[in-house]
Each structure stands twice: as C-alpha cells, then as structure tokens.
C-alpha cells in the first residue's frame, strides 16, 4: 500500500478516508501513522483469523505513543454502521458495552486510522462467549530476570500442559515477557478453565520454586524471577491479540514463536532484561517472518484438545510435581 498524507482507498466493499498518514507514532524510530497501516494492512489476513468474532478492547493513542493513550471498550461514537458490533452486559451492574468486531480488513484499517496501536481481545467469540478459546498464562520477568530463565519457565508451563495432554502455543507479549496458550475444545466454561490454570501454577510453581512467583503485589516479588499469572481467564478478560503492535518504542508486535526459538532462548547467557531481545519482534521484522513461515498459529483449532481429560489427568491437590513427575506429597502453599 502506497499513502500519501492524506489519501482516499477503496477495501473490498467499502471506501476509507486516511489522514494524518505522516504524523510520527513513535518518536524514537520515525515510525508514522502511515508505517502502522501499511503494516497492518500487509498482516492482516493473519491478524483476523485470530481477531474474529472477539469483543475489542482498543487501545488509542492519536498523536503517537508520547501522546494521550486511553483504552476503548465502547465501540467509538461514529463508527460506520457496517462495523460489525456486540452489545454486552457490563461486568458491574446493569450498564451494556458495545464492543466493536474487527472482522475484516475494512474494520481493521478503520480503527488504525483512528489511532488504535493496539488490539486486545476477549479470550472467547461471539456465539460461545461462555466457552473460553485457550487456556493462557502470562509470563512477566521481574527487573533483574534472564532471557534464559523466562524461556526456562515458559517450556516448563509447555511441559505441564503436554503432560496432561493438552498442546501449547508461545508468542511475545509485544511488552516484556511471553504469553503460553493452550487451545481448548468440546465443552468448557471459565470455571473449570480457572481450575486449570491455577492448577497448572501451582504444579510450576513446586518445580521451580526459585524461578518463579505468584505473588501479585510488585513490591514482594522476586525481582529475579517471573510473575507467572494464571488468573487472565474470565469473562471480560483480555489478551493482546496476535500481530498487534504495542504501545512502546520500536513498535514491538506481540509475536507468535516457534517452541525451539524459546529453547534458544533458555540456551543464551545475556546481559540485560528479555524485553531487550524480545523488542527485535515488531513492525519490520514480523513481515519478513509472515513472509518466510507464514502463520505459526494457522493451526490453532486443529491443535484444540478437550478439557475434560485434562482436568481428570492433574496430579492430586498438595502433590509436588517435579521434572519426572510426581515426585512426593510435599504441600505447596496455596496460590492466591
């Protein structure tokens, strides 16, 4: 896509008028509004397929990363009618959310012209929105925590979720850290979904008690370790959808990854935080991965297994569960 600074194109059916296309995103690159269409013009049959049918949650920043941010959960007032559209109870009292679907290239190109960086959607669709997609785990580094250490615990997450039969997808956060999902299928609720994960937590927190915390609270973490949170599973709750760009310099994507990338990662004695390797994943590079793989997620329903067997296969409650199993019966606290 070829852009002017202010620039009219037609998107399958419908006509969109672009403007501010020069105004700079992100300050410290030179990143325009202009460079954040066309990148998300170039991904976006990818971008969709994990898009569709998700309640958005939009986060906007109109004059660039440095400027006002908010997030918008009610579909923005003169939206075009042919935006598709969900209106939703609010999580607290009786209020209704519209929330807006980006499910075609149109939408999406709307929104970026709107100023939205950032997409994050609901971890279920429209027509199951009881019934949560994936399992998630979002894997968040304290200040003073390895490259290798975040890989280290992400594969022992990968491990557990093998162990129980389920599969287990990586991407980038496009921020610090890495999200593991599992991709879930047949009958399911946010319930036994939150059993899972608070189980699987606490089976990660027993084998790797040093590298790993729970605790909510910044100030008590481990800086050293990793904030695993198994809690971002619930109706309402969100993740940064895959291929969306984030709001920090570089223009980060939140990415997906192949599992041996993340072994590579575990190998490597670097200096400095992840995010300062996990940031070589944005605008640039992400096209030229779509263009050499593909999308390492295209088979994200084909990888789907039943929870229930899962669940069924979880070691005992107070069972400690080490690199080659079950290991003893030595309590762990219980996680918050």
């Not at 946010?190 to 609270?217: M, Q």
Request: proline share 6%; aromatic share 8%.
């Amino acid at each position: 896509m070829t852009l002017d600074t202010h620039t009219e194109i037609r998107v399958d059916a419908h006509t969109l008028q672009l403007s501010n296309l020069a105004k700079v995103y992100f300050p410290h690159d030179g990143i325009t509004k202009g460079d954040l269409i066309a990148y998300y013009d170039a991904v976006a049959e990818h971008f969709l397929t994990h898009a569709r049918r998700r309640p958005l949650t939009l986060e906007r920043a109109p004059d660039g990363i440095d400027g006002l941010r908010f997030i918008e959960k009610q579909i923005p007032r003169g939206t075009p009618s042919w935006v598709h559209r969900i209106a939703l109870n609010a999580l607290e009292g009786t209020k209704r959310v519209t929330y807006a679907l980006c499910d075609d290239r149109p939408t999406l190109l709307y929104f970026v012209n709107l100023g939205t960086i950032a997409f994050h959607g609901w971890v279920s669709r429209t027509g199951t929105l009881a019934s949560p997609d994936f399992a998630f785990f979002d894997l968040d580094p304290g200040e003073e925590c390895s490259l290798a250490t975040l890989a280290r615990v992400a594969l022992t997450v990968r491990a557990r979720l093998q162990s129980i039969g389920l599969s287990a997808l990586v991407k980038t956060s496009g921020g610090n850290g890495l999200h593991v999902l599992a991709p879930l299928a047949g009958p399911r609720s946010y319930g036994n979904v939150k059993t899972l994960t608070y189980e699987v937590a606490r089976n990660v927190l027993a084998e790797r008690p040093k590298d790993v915390t729970i605790e909510r609270s910044l100030h008590e973490r481990d800086r050293r370790a990793v904030y695993l949170d198994y809690r971002q599973v619930g109706r309402g709750k969100t993740i940064a959808l895959p291929y969306s760009t984030r709001l920090r310099d570089g223009a980060p994507v939140s990415t997906p990854l192949h599992w041996h990338e993340v072994e590579e990662f575990a190998a490597m004695r670097l200096r400095g935080h992840p995010s300062v390797t996990l940031a070589r994943f944005n605008i640039a590079s992400v096209r030229a991965r779509i263009a050499h793989y593909g999308d390492l997620w295209k088979h994200f329903e084909r990888d789907a297994r039943e929870i229930a067997p899962a669940l069924a296969a979880l070691p005992p409650a107070g069972t400690n569960v080490g690199r080659k199993g079950i290991v003893g019966s030595q309590s762990v606290d219980a996680l918050p």
